[in-house]
């Protein structure tokens, strides 16, 4: 779904709040990470400081399940829970039928409305914002599309990386080690290459979504999403690089990563923290600049969750790792819920319906050492089927009362890392960066439960609670 669409379909429903004359210096960022913990609107902002009317900035696209089914094609009705799993099917059908949804190019859109070109560029010409207060630099890029070709199977990736203001024609871009950008991008440096790099800075938000997602290697993103939402992406060949770029982006770039470093960062991060401080991170020298008129840049503020897009990968990870375990064989998962709190990444809950000795086990080392669990990862903590993985009441509860220390937690060292966690020891070399994961299980102990020996949970049965709430239905109907 393109940016201006999604505008007024938020607007109908009551979500959207214009904001006009903040500064791009700090205030855009302060009130999108105020809304995300408060109200939650879809925030639009124009007449920014110093920038004409109509340079606008788009924050809280995502912040609900309401939202990411509107951008998803499915109903804004659903529950958590109900939005995983209708996702687990979309995304099982995306994993056979992705090589069907290859983009259209086209020639013609309206991002063709002003290109500028060699002396003509200037990136300070879009408000991008300082987020935070110690920031290292002015982020165009946090909700961007960046899109790289691997040099010797021609395969597309898109990935969300961040992206700093350096120059009027250079940026700089923080890829991590595992990131598939980044292995493209090795690929062509190592041959003495430049390497060929397309950004939407205003994408269509359903690429948006699964651009930040672990999406198998070799299958481009254009693909998977496009299996997912049931539409192929229009894409417009770059001029200089020949990179497709999607067609509905308000703002896009093409241009060449050289193999220059620059002092990047720090910036407030998704854990949290300001945990990479300044580090050397990869030129973009910018060639190509489109942009429509009024142009409209997607952005977001990271911080302590929640935040303002710490909510949208909650549910497609869930569905992805969901997804994953039927896929593999492994039976009766009930549910998986990757929390918010853990900014989708760090506290992943399934629930499965015990069938033999070690399934728990088996669940939670799988999830945990998999490429959806690894990055940004912590802990993954397997509950039994009575147990909603999306309610941290119940998980909690499960955890205390169902798992002891001394033999309900495994331990994994050396699980790939980032220099972005907090805790990590400062590395010289992004790839080096390793940490360990807690797997806890809190499920009853399977002998017990083979024998009906655990303790009765106490709790009204069905049969009670379907009467009672019949009787007295002003009590207990919904507010």
């Known amino acids: 779904m393109e940016i201006r669409k999604f505008i007024e379909e938020v607007r109908k429903l009551g979500l959207l709040k214009e904001i006009l004359g903040a500064d791009w210096n700090l205030e855009i960022g302060a009130i999108t990470d105020l809304n995300a913990k408060r109200n939650k609107y879809t925030l639009l902002f124009d007449e920014i400081k110093g920038y004409p009317k109509g340079f606008r900035v788009l924050t809280g696209a995502l912040l609900d399940s309401k939202r990411v089914g509107l951008v998803l094609g499915l109903s804004p009705n659903l529950s958590d829970i109900e939005l995983a799993k209708k996702l687990r099917e979309r995304l099982n059908y995306a994993s056979k039928e992705y090589m069907n949804y290859d983009p259209i190019i086209v020639s013609d859109s309206p991002l063709l409305e002003n290109i500028d070109k060699e002396d003509k560029i200037n990136m300070f010409k879009f408000p991008a914002p300082k987020w935070h207060e110690l920031d290292g630099g002015r982020y165009i890029g946090t909700a961007d599309a960046v899109i790289t070709k691997d040099p010797d199977s021609g395969w597309i990736n898109v990935g969300t990386y961040r992206v700093m203001l350096v120059d009027k024609n250079k940026l700089a871009i923080f890829i991590d080690s595992s990131h598939h950008g980044r292995m493209h991008m090795e690929k062509y440096l190592k041959r003495g290459e430049k390497c060929p790099v397309a950004i939407s800075f205003g994408p269509p938000l359903s690429l948006f979504i699964f651009s930040g997602m672990e999406v198998p290697a070799g299958v481009s993103e254009y693909n998977f999403a496009g299996a997912v939402v049931g539409d192929?992406?229009?894409?417009?060949q770059g001029e200089i690089t020949g990179l497709p770029i999607p067609a509905e982006s308000e703002i896009a770039i093409e241009g060449y990563i050289t193999g220059e470093m620059t002092d990047e960062g720090p910036f407030g991060e998704f854990m949290g923290y300001y945990a990479g401080g300044r580090m050397k991170s990869p030129v973009i020298e910018v060639k190509r600049v489109y942009y429509r008129n009024n142009p409209i840049l997607l952005g977001t503020a990271p911080s302590i969750p929640p935040y303002d897009y710490s909510y949208f990968r909650c549910p497609i990870r869930s569905a992805m790792i969901w997804e994953m375990l039927d896929r593999i064989g492994v039976p009766n998962v009930v549910g998986v819920w990757a929390h918010e709190v853990g900014f989708s990444r760090a506290f992943i809950v399934i629930s499965i319906k015990q069938t033999f000795a070690g399934h728990a086990t088996m669940v939670g080392h799988i999830v945990a050492s998999s490429p959806l669990g690894v990055y940004g990862g912590r802990y993954v903590i397997v509950v039994d089927d009575d147990i909603d993985p999306s309610d941290l009441n119940q998980v909690i509860w499960a955890?205390?009362?169902?798992?002891?220390?001394?033999?309900?937690?495994?331990?994994?060292?050396?699980?790939?890392?980032?220099?972005?966690?907090?805790?990590?020891?400062?590395?010289?070399?992004?790839?080096?960066?390793?940490?360990s994961r807690a797997i806890i299980y809190a499920?009853?102990?399977?002998?017990?439960?083979?024998?009906?020996?655990?303790p009765k949970e106490v709790k009204p049965s069905d049969d009670l609670v379907k009467r009672i709430t019949e009787k007295w239905k002003e009590i207990f109907e919904d507010r």
């Open 399 to 435: 955890m205390c009362t169902r798992s002891d220390p001394s033999n309900s937690i495994d331990i994994i060292l050396n699980v790939p890392s980032t220099p972005l966690d907090p805790m990590a020891e400062r590395r010289e070399n992004v790839k080096e960066y390793t940490s």
């Open 232 to 236: 192929r992406f229009k894409v417009i």
């Open 443 to 454: 499920v009853k102990p399977f002998s017990k439960l083979l024998k009906n020996e655990f």
